[in-house]
C-alpha cells in the first residue's frame, strides 16, 4: 500500500508541476528559478549536494528502524503447537526445531535442508535446539531456554523421533523464552530450521506450529499452518503487534502429510523461506520501494 501510494503521490505531483509550467506563471517561475541557478558558487551547490546526502542517510535510517526487531517483548514464551489461550491448535509432528541468533549464509542453509546437524551449521551462532522423542519434558541441547512441557493432555507418540501435536496436547515453555527473544531482538536477524509433517492440510486459524507469543494477538514471531500455506508473522513496527501488516504466505507448503523441512531466515528487512531444497525459495522484502 505504501508503494502505491507513493508512486501514485509522484505521478500526481509531476502532472501539476507539467500543468504548472505549461502557463505564463509557472514559465515566469521557470525563469527565475535558472536565473538563480546561474547565479549559483561551487560553494553553494556543495553545501546543497551535501544537504540532500545527509537528508537520504536520515530517511534510509528511518526506514530501517520500522523493519527491524527492536519492538520485541522479551517475556514471551516459546510455544509449540498452540496458542497459550489454548484456541490456534495445530495438528502434526514436530522432529527438529534450531534458532540461531543470525541469518545463514546460502550454503550453510542448504547443508541444513540435506539434514545436516544444526550444532555442526550454525556453530556458535545456535542459541536454542530442541529435539523432540518421547513424551516427557524436553530441554534445549544449548541450555540456554526453558524446558518445554506439555500443556492440556500429555499425547503419545509411536516415532522414535518426533512428537505429536493435537488440539488435546501442544508445548510450551516452563517460563519466558527470555533468552532467544532478547538475542534476536539485539541481532535484528535470525535463522529457524524446522522439520515438520502436518495431519491435517486444511487446518487454519492460521493453526500454530512455532510460537514466541502471549495470546492470538501479540507475538514476536510466529510459524503457522493455513490450509495448505506455511504462513510466516514477524513483529516490526510497521507489520505492528500481531505481526500481520503484512503477514508471508509460501503456497503449497503443506499438499501431503510428509515430512518437510524448513529454514527462514531474516536480515536487512528480508524474509526467506526455504522448502526441502535450495531452490525452492519464498523472499520478502518488508522495506517498500520509496519514490518520488
Known sequence: MSDILTNTSGGVC???IHQLGSKPLGQKFYGMFHSSLRKLT????????IGYLIAVFLIT????????????????PL????ERTGDRPWAGTIYELAIADSAS?????AKLLESGSAPNVLGSSLITEYRFKGDEAFSDTRKHSPNLIWKGAKQSSSFDNGVSLSPQGWLETSSSATFI??????????TLSLVIATSNKNQSGPARIVSLSQNPYERNLTVGQEKQDLVVRLRTPLSGDNGTSPEVYVSNAFTDGAIHR???TYADATLRVYTDQIQQLQTFDYTPNWRC
Open 61 to 76: 535510517i528511518g526506514l530501517h528502524n520500522v523493519v527491524n526487531i527492536s519492538n520485541w517483548s522479551a517475556d514471551f
Open 262 to 264: 524448513f529454514v527462514i
Open 181 to 190: 527473544n532478547q538475542r534476536l531482538k539485539e541481532a535484528s536477524e535470525f
Open 14 to 16: 509531476g502532472y501539476f
Open 105 to 109: 549464509s546460502e550454503d550453510a542453509v
Open 42 to 49: 561551487v560553494k553553494q551547490l556543495t553545501a546543497a549536494f
Open 79 to 82: 510455544l509449540i503447537g498452540n
